[in-house]
């Protein structure tokens, strides 16, 4: 069996402007300026806690603060979850595509689950995924492999590509033995071709072709997860 897995944020969804609202709610309570959105998406990749401690280091407050601030930060989110965020273009018609050919679809993402599935629900994505890991599903988070080989194991594939647009996604890919597809419009700091992805791609109306080719190769080898 033959499926593509795919990371959210960054990479089917642009939803750094609503996770820059949520963090700059919980920092207007505590009488701090704004982030800007260049330094919140420098930040998004290892999930909420990780980056909410990030802002705390660089505004030097006291890390003591930190589950009480991830949880605000958090609440501000789950309120306004998907006023600012929109679907990268071409996401929806590559979504047909892969259905249409009969391939097998998954999501490894480390934003958390209820928020994941809200913005699914929202933008009507939820019907296209056969399974579906948030950060929290799991003890394990991204770069770790477990959740990718979860869904991985969910979907009973055989022959994987997994989708995403940072150096979280690429170690993730890496960790798990499985091919990687590279998102170049995300929220990756590292040089595109410093990542080892099998393939790049910036449109996705490119993907659907790029990935036939590359799961009608004999490369990818069945995995078999722990």
């Not at 290892?46 to 660089?58: C, I, K």
């Not at 647009?165 to 595109?192: C, H, I, M, W």
């Amino acid at each position: 069996m033959h499926a593509l897995i795919f990371d959210l944020d960054g990479t089917l969804i642009d939803s750094a402007p609503d996770i820059r609202a949520a963090v700059n709610s919980m920092l207007q309570s505590l009488g701090e300026p704004p982030m800007t959105l260049a330094e919140i998406t420098s930040y998004i990749g290892n999930g909420l806690p990780h980056l909410v401690r990030l802002v705390m280091q660089s505004r030097r407050i006291d890390p003591v603060l930190h589950s009480t601030l991830t949880q605000r930060t958090l609440a501000a989110y789950h309120a306004d979850e998907t006023t600012l965020t929109t679907l990268y273009p071409g996401v929806r018609d590559t979504l047909d595509q892969l259905r249409t050919a009969g391939l097998r679809l998954g999501l490894c993402t480390n934003k958390p689950f209820v928020p994941t599935q809200a913005i699914l629900d929202t933008f009507g994505l939820t019907d296209y995924f056969d399974a579906v890991i948030g950060g929290d599903s799991l003890p394990q988070r991204k770069p770790d492999p477990t959740p990718l080989r979860h869904v991985i194991t969910a979907l009973k594939a055989t022959h994987v590509l997994y989708i995403g647009d940072s150096e979280v996604d690429a170690a993730t890919a890496q960790n798990a033995g499985v091919p990687f597809a590279l998102f170049t419009e995300g929220y990756r700091k590292a040089p595109a071709d410093s990542l080892g992805a099998s393939l790049l791609f910036s449109d996705f109306t490119q993907l659907w072709p790029e990935a036939a080719a590359h799961l009608a190769a004999p490369t990818p080898t069945p995995i078999s997860p722990t």
